[in-house]
């Protein structure tokens, strides 16, 4: 299972930090990792995939990897913000693992945050239709965990 427009694969894991909720007020609540890599060379954008809890859960997820440019631009931290489909709960503290498995889209900044709801609407429709295709069962094993907010280019 990779990216399709490189055969690419991305994993990222890391504790789950607060953020500016941000997500949650456009009702789209997120877990946030912080990246160490703040140039962003590897897997920038919005992604369809999966989420690992702890516990070895595994949630479909559509996740953003990039600096949230409609409210910080360029100047913005960069960290993955993962909308967990169909989730509710508490995952502060808590270790995931992300598999970021289709890229849908590049990073932009939007106008309105309404413009930024209808087009994570879009996202979340993306991101269910390919892990409906693409089960977690089907995730490839990974030989070792990455370090924390270090992405892994996998294939």
């Not at 990222?12 to 946030?32: C, H, I, M, S, Y």
């Not at 994570?120 to 239709?129: P, T």
């Amino acid at each position: 299972m990779a990216d399709e427009r490189d055969g690419t694969f991305f994993v990222v894991r890391g504790p789950v930090e607060p953020g500016d909720k941000r997500g949650r007020e456009l009702g789209f609540p997120t877990a946030n990792i912080a990246l160490r890599d703040q140039r962003g060379e590897l897997g920038d954008g919005v992604w369809a995939g999966w989420v690992e809890r702890a516990d070895g859960t595994r949630v479909a997820a559509a996740v953003s990897v990039g600096r949230r440019p409609t409210y910080y631009g360029a100047d913005g931290y960069r960290l993955v913000e993962a909308f967990l489909l169909d989730f509710e709960g508490d995952l502060y503290g808590e270790r995931l693992t992300v598999w970021l498995g289709k890229h849908l889209r590049e990073q932009q900044g939007f106008g309105s945050a309404q413009e930024l709801i209808d087009a994570l609407g879009r996202d979340v429709a993306a991101a269910r239709e390919w892990v409906a295709a693409h089960p977690s069962d089907a995730l490839p094993e990974l030989a070792e965990l990455p370090p924390d907010g270090e992405v892994q280019r996998l294939g």
